[in-house]
């Protein structure tokens, strides 16, 4: 290594990092990890792994957040989700058949893909399941597992 070495270690410190578990929660909106619907931080690139947001539409109005690249780096993500509140942002998140889809929440947008796989928990409760039919909740089981 060093300053003389290889360039290795430069290439190494760029990377994205890989997270054993990255626990989140999910707004109503959808929002989670301080990233929100249509925020620009949504597309960050790989590049950057940390983010200043200042103009949060929720209070407060700066945070400090990981961006998409390196939560779905990690090798597992876990949600917690509880309450009515939550039951059409969680419908959204589990009828969204790609997280590439224009129109998913960025909760939705969460896809772990370590290498060797990632993992997506979520764990519910029947509030924030509601009507939600379980043939929606088999296929988006299907649809992560298959990938």
């Keep these: 290594g060093g300053a003389g070495g290889d360039g290795a270690e430069a290439a190494a410190s760029s990377a994205v990092p890989v997270i054993d578990l990255v ?3 999910m707004g109503p909106d959808g929002h989670t990890c301080s990233l929100f619907p249509g925020h ?3 597309d960050a690139p790989a590049s950057v792994t940390v983010a200043a947001i200042t ?3 929720k209070p407060p109005p700066a945070r400090v957040t ?8 990690a090798r597992d993500v876990a949600f ?8 059409a942002a969680l419908r959204a998140v589990l009828e969204t058949a790609s997280r590439d889809a224009a129109d998913a929440l960025p909760s939705a947008r969460v896809w772990p893909e370590a290498v060797g796989g990632g993992r ?3 764990m519910v409760d029947a509030a924030a399941v509601g009507e ?3 043939s ?3 296929a988006f089981v299907a649809r992560h597992a298959a990938s």
Excluded: I, M, R, Y
Excluded at 66 to 73: F, G, K, M, S, Y
């Design 23 to 25: 626990l989140l929660g």
């Design 40 to 42: 620009p931080l949504l």
């Design 55 to 57: 103009d949060s539409p």
């Design 66 to 73: 990981l961006t998409l690249p390196v939560v779905n780096a």
């Design 80 to 87: 917690v989700c509880c309450g009515g509140g939550k039951e």
């Design 120 to 122: 997506l928990t979520w």
């Design 132 to 134: 939600t039919p379980a």
């Design 136 to 138: 929606v909740v088999e």
